[in-house]
């Protein structure tokens, strides 16, 4: 009997004669199946056996005797169709003359493969709902059922997403057998899904049912990155499905199932369905629309978006320990939402209810996922990671994720916060910080958020509503709450960070250092506070004399220190570090920090140290610039013994300042820093001692900050004078000419820097004209302190607080304060290769001038050098060099005069000329 014959008597038989011959025909049709390369004739064959003989077979023996043999079939029938449409959409266009029969015949021959297609789909449905009756159906009853399934249904998804591009002209005309298939696969796809939902796999499966389940898996997460952009509603459903058999079979499945892959797909629909739903936010702000195609595309995505994030975040909670390669991911997802939302910079314009929208549906998920990830070695290493090359956006995301891994850590063993916060690396391992070193180091990466600020949801309180707070409390709120809780074998760590940071070059890591410390020293006890003054005071002593940055970070904590200390440590501090003995450790601890009954004693400990050294130098016959620092130091120790006072001044204080303004000039400023700082200090301690110098003393002060100013000193100068003229405002003088001519100075004063052309200068310069004018009882000068009509207007628009505005000023935006960082960082890191390229150059002279024998002996310079802080006219050194001069030349002529009369002859000489001389000496040594 011919094939096709078989195939006609079989259509004719009834189930009885099914049953009967079902061992002799099945066998036959199942060859068939395979034994023909017609995919039509084929498909004919699987029809047979699944219409006439798949109800006769018992649900447990059908894998044996069908579906191991006709399934494999099956799957080469529907390939074959695949490959034969592929060939002939692959042809050449036939030319004109026989386009349109060849044409009509090629869309036929596709039209006919995508039947068979259709037809296999309908007999593997036929085949499923025969294998839904059993009770309890079991994987290996429907092992070749299930794959061959899977195998269809990703096949067939695959051609038709792809189809709109590999028909190219025939799509048109084939674009309804197209739909019709796919709406066929998904039918097939859902009855799969619940046959594979009853399937029963208990604890005691055997290895070929977990292959099983997991290839089921697997082919389900294919079908999934198939549908992606395909239909929205199938991609759901895909995945609801495979995370419930995630989920149910995770015990049997986590020691096989490579998660890595499934978890990847994950974050990436997340990701992507999280920028689009951003994009349509954005967009309805941006055209101030809310069309209601729009708003659907909308909610349908965020809700998408929040399907996805639950399944992600029910797969890292069932299979955390087993997730592999995928942790990178699912970081990487985490800061991309971060940074996609406010208070990013780098998210869009969004507006207020979209943006809480997201975050309650996407962003609080965030934290519950990290929770689970807190004891993941390689989670660890991304977050603390020193190798850390994030992009720019991502810094303050990565930040925030630190945050909330502090704030979790303390719920958490006491394994994982050692990993956490006292880590131990293994030759093998990639080097990593403790979690706060590595927010430090992010922290200094968020410049542009710490400065803007960028504003965050501050710590709720008790009876007070919550308000938005700064990155930078942000984060010291939550650093001070994770040194709260530390416990006491991770006290040193917490200590060495902080001190690096203390010590560190940027400022706003310092300032965040310094802010932790105080707490830590308010938190702990007294003696833990004293041992920490202690330490800072020592490392001062080591770091005296440098003008480094680190060297006031250290002055600043521990002058933030001291108040906190307890009375009888303060006692003990100030007699082990006297004023008089340790001056440089008193330039930033004003005496008000201590507790009243000591201020008085370390005054009058600073003044008769700092007095008698200013007065020695006044006494110095060769003042040079080597003898300026302990000048300047002693200045210092005045400063800021009456900056934070009323305390009366001594009488030798005034007088020694009154003295120091005949002799200091600033007219070497720019030429010598030591210079420069001194005529600072000097201006500065001045406006403290103002309103207690008699009316000569101002008078000259003023006069001779008004000669500084024509010689162009420095910016720090005149910002010292700014800080003087500031405080001019309580002086009065009763009426004399006196009292004009201080008038007039302050008029010339306050109109020269008004018109600065520093805008530091000039903002600094309007802040003291407004203190002035609010306290001199001078009110007539104001008006000739602003003689220029934009200076008026600017002290005008100051004065009334009316902000100032320019379109010479940049906005101050991201942007410009991100470029403001660019240059910066470009500025440091050319200053960096200065520095390293003149130590290069002191090396390689040192090894060059270093031979074996020592070098002749070189004549020594002279460092007397006077000092340039003396002006000509005024200066002590050179008038006593002058006398010195003068008198040395007239003793050297007198004792000529005296050997000319003792000569012989002398009696004849004129001595009449000399008696004018005579009268003009005696009118200098008794004037004043």
Not at 387 to 402: A, E, I, S, T, Y
Not at 842 to 851: K, L
Request: proline residues 6%.
């Amino acid at each position: 009997m011919s094939q096709n014959g078989l195939l006609h008597d079989v259509e004719g038989w009834g189930p009885d004669t099914c049953a009967e011959k079902l061992q002799a025909i099945l066998p036959k049709l199942i060859a068939g199946l395979g034994g023909n390369k017609d995919t039509k004739n084929q498909s004919a064959y699987f029809s047979a056996v699944c219409k006439k003989f798949l109800a006769h077979v018992d649900i447990s023996d059908v894998e044996v005797v069908i579906y191991a043999d006709a399934m494999p079939k099956v799957c080469e029938v529907f390939d074959s169709c695949l490959g034969a449409i592929s060939e002939l959409l692959t042809q050449q266009s036939p030319p004109k003359s026989s386009q349109s029969s060849q044409g009509s015949q090629r869309k036929e021959a596709i039209i006919g493969h995508l039947q068979v297609i259709d037809e296999l789909i309908g007999n593997l449905e036929q085949c499923i709902l025969h294998a839904a009756k059993a009770e309890q159906p079991r994987v290996l009853d429907s092992h070749s059922l299930v794959a061959t399934s899977l195998h269809v249904i990703k096949g067939t998804f695959s051609h038709c997403k792809d189809s709109h591009e590999s028909y190219g002209k025939v799509f048109p005309l084939v674009s309804e057998s197209l739909s019709c298939l796919f709406k066929k696969a998904y039918s097939l796809q859902k009855l799969l899904m619940s046959l594979i939902d009853r399937l029963q796999l208990p604890s005691d499966s055997s290895e070929e049912d977990v292959t099983d389940m997991m290839s089921v898996c697997q082919g389900f997460h294919t079908i999934g990155c198939t549908v992606s952009q395909v239909d929205a509603s199938l991609l759901v459903t895909t995945w609801k499905f495979l995370a419930k058999q995630l989920t149910k079979h995770r015990e049997l499945l986590k020691n096989h199932l490579d998660m890595a892959p499934l978890v990847k797909t994950l974050c990436s629909e997340v990701g992507n369905n999280c920028k689009y739903c951003v994009e349509l936010a954005a967009k309805d702000t941006t055209d101030g629309k809310n069309g209601c195609g729009e708003q659907k595309s909308y909610t349908r995505t965020l809700k998408i978006c929040r399907f996805f994030m639950q399944c992600l975040m029910c797969l890292v909670k069932d299979y955390n320990g087993y997730l592999g390669s995928c942790i990178k991911e699912i970081f990487q997802v985490i800061l991309e939402m971060q940074s996609l939302l406010p208070p990013s910079l780098s998210a869009p314009l969004l507006t207020t209810p979209a943006a809480e929208e997201m975050k309650a549906t996407l962003q609080v998920g965030i934290e519950p996922m990290i929770q689970q990830l807190l004891d993941n070695r390689d989670f660890i290493q991304i977050v603390t990671g020193q190798n850390k090359d994030l992009p720019r956006q991502h810094n303050f995301p990565m930040c925030l994720v630190q945050v909330m891994v502090m704030d979790l850590l303390p719920k958490c063993p006491d394994e994982v916060k050692d990993q956490w916060v006292s880590p131990k690396t293994y030759p093998e391992d990639e080097p990593r910080d403790s979690i706060l070193m590595a927010l430090f180091n992010t922290l200094r990466k968020c410049y542009t958020e710490l400065t803007l600020p960028v504003n965050l949801p501050g710590v709720m309180c008790n009876g007070r509503p919550q308000r938005d707070v700064s990155l930078y409390e942000h984060t010291c709120t939550h650093l001070c709450g994770f040194a709260a809780s530390l416990p006491a074998r991770h006290f040193p760590q917490l200590e060495t960070c902080l001190l690096q940071n203390v010590l560190s070059t940027n400022l706003l890591c310092a300032l965040a250092a310094t802010d932790v410390w105080c707490f830590v020293a308010r938190y702990g006890t007294a003696e833990l506070c004293e041992q920490h003054v202690h330490l800072l005071t020592q490392l001062l002593f080591q770091l005296s004399g440098s003008c480094s940055c680190q060297y006031l970070q250290v002055h600043l904590l521990l002058r933030r220190l001291v108040p906190l200390m307890a009375e009888a440590h303060q006692e003990k501090f100030v007699q082990t570090y006297p004023p008089a003995k340790h001056p440089s450790l008193w330039l930033h601890l004003p005496p008000v920090v201590f507790v009243p009954k000591l201020r008085a004693r370390i005054c009058a400990e600073s003044i008769s140290y700092a007095t008698p050294v200013c007065q020695k130098w006044l006494g110095l016959q060769t003042k040079t610039l080597g003898t300026l620092p302990e000048l300047h130091l002693a200045l210092c120790v005045l400063c800021n013994v009456y900056s934070k006072s009323e305390r009366q001044s001594s009488a030798p204080v005034l007088h020694t300042v009154s003295r120091l303004w005949d002799v200091i000039s600033a007219a070497g400023a720019a030429q010598y820093r030591v210079v420069e700082v001194m005529a600072v200090k000097l201006v500065e301690l001045t406006g403290y001692l103002v309103g207690q110098l008699v009316p000569q003393d101002i008078i000259k002060v003023l006069s001779r900050v008004s000669q500084w100013l024509k010689t162009s000193p420095p910016q720090s100068v005149k910002l010292s004078i700014t800080q003087l003229l500031g405080r001019a405002g309580k002086v009065t003088l009763p009426p004399s000419p006196q009292q004009a001519q201080l008038q007039d100075l302050l008029a010339h004063l306050f109109s020269t820097l008004l018109q600065d052309s520093s805008w530091v200068v000039h903002h600094h310069a309007l802040e003291a004209f407004s203190t002035f004018a609010e306290e001199t009882p001078y009110e007539g000068i104001l008006p000739k302190c602003l003689q220029n009509e934009n200076v008026m207007s600017r002290a005008t628009n100051f004065i009334k607080g009316v902000p100032f505005s320019s379109g010479d000023i940049p906005p101050w935006n991201a942007e410009t304060v991100t470029e403001q960082h660019r240059k910066i960082e470009v500025f440091q890191e050319k200053r960096l290769s200065d520095m390293s390229s003149k130590l290069e150059e002191i090396q390689s002279a040192a090894s060059v001038e270093s031979p074996e024998q020592p070098s002749a002996k070189r004549v020594k310079q002279d460092t007397s050098t006077p000092s340039p802080t003396l002006t000509k006219e005024d200066s002590v050194h050179s008038k006593e060099e002058d006398f010195k001069r003068i008198t040395n030349s007239l003793e050297q002529t007198i004792c000529k005069l005296e050997e000319l009369f003792a000569s012989e002859g002398s009696s004849d000489l004129n001595k009449e000329g000399l008696k004018p001389l005579h009268q003009r000496l005696g009118v200098l040594l008794e004037g004043p």
